[in-house]
């Protein structure tokens, strides 16, 4: 069965500094993983997906993820906070076989100190 | 249009009142999922649609709700004698439906029971 964990609830980090967002997974495949990032009032917005190609996968909005197999992981990073990142992040995993579930993790919310 | 689009955007109703809620997925995408976020809180899986297929609804908690989708086209959500528990917001995502593809999110519908 396929599971992610985000390993914090909240994340604070001042404007300029990096961001590291934690996720493992658990998959008895190889597993489709994906970055969601969800601001005040809005739907997701998809940051990044890896799909079992490179295993340094760049996003959006500067944010890139590294697929680590070993580890089960697949953190989130950005070298320098915006104050713009603030929002609640998601991490997702899908099972490219052809079944349709997608398994959230709880969300990090993200704030940004000035 | 170029994304999922969802409407009402906000809805506001008496406790014991039917609602429906409308979402247009992405044109060609033909798996249409529906989603519940209460405040703070992360995704609740409610029913999953893949092209003509039954859907699957495991995941709506109740028989007050229920969900139609007229072919790979628009779906929409129906909650019957409303309870405030069911405040929340409900989201709409689609994906081409082929294993391992990202969902593409509306921006949902937020539900207030008064």
């Known amino acids: 069965a396929q599971s992610v964990t985000q390993l914090d609830s909240h994340v604070s980090v001042s404007e300029g500094t990096p961001v590291l967002l934690r996720c493992n997974y658990s998959?008895?495949?190889?597993?489709?993983l994906f970055w969601y990032v969800q601001h005040p009032n809005k739907g997701l917005q998809l940051l990044l997906k890896?799909?079992?190609?490179?295993?340094l996968v760049k996003g959006i909005n500067g944010f890139e993820a590294e697929f680590k197999k070993s580890e089960t992981s697949f953190h989130l990073t950005k070298p320098s906070a915006h104050m713009s990142d603030a929002a609640e992040y998601f991490c997702?995993?899908?099972?490219?076989?052809?079944?349709?579930?997608?398994?959230f993790g709880t969300g990090t919310r993200l704030k940004v100190l000035a | 249009g170029a994304g999922v689009s969802q409407s009402p955007s906000n809805k506001v109703t008496e406790k014991g009142k039917d609602v429906e809620l409308r979402c247009d997925p992405i044109?060609?995408?033909?798996?249409l999922y529906w989603y519940r976020q209460r405040l703070g809180q992360g995704l609740e899986f409610l029913i999953y649609?893949?092209?003509?297929?039954?859907?699957?609804k495991s995941g709506l908690p109740s028989d007050r709700f229920s969900a139609e989708r007229t072919g790979e086209s628009v779906s929409t959500l129906t909650i019957q004698r409303t309870q405030q528990e069911d405040s929340a917001v409900y989201l709409c995502?689609?994906?081409?439906?082929?294993?391992?593809?990202?969902?593409?999110f509306g921006d949902g519908t937020r539900l207030s029971i008064l």
């Open positions: 995502a689609s994906s081409p439906g082929t294993g391992g593809e990202p969902q593409h």
């Open positions: 890896y799909t079992s190609a490179a295993t």
């Open positions: 649609f893949q092209g003509n297929s039954a859907p699957d």
């Open positions: 044109s060609g995408h033909t798996a």
């Open positions: 998959s008895s495949y190889s597993p489709s």
């Open positions: 997702v995993v899908s099972d490219p076989s052809g079944t349709y579930k997608y398994i």
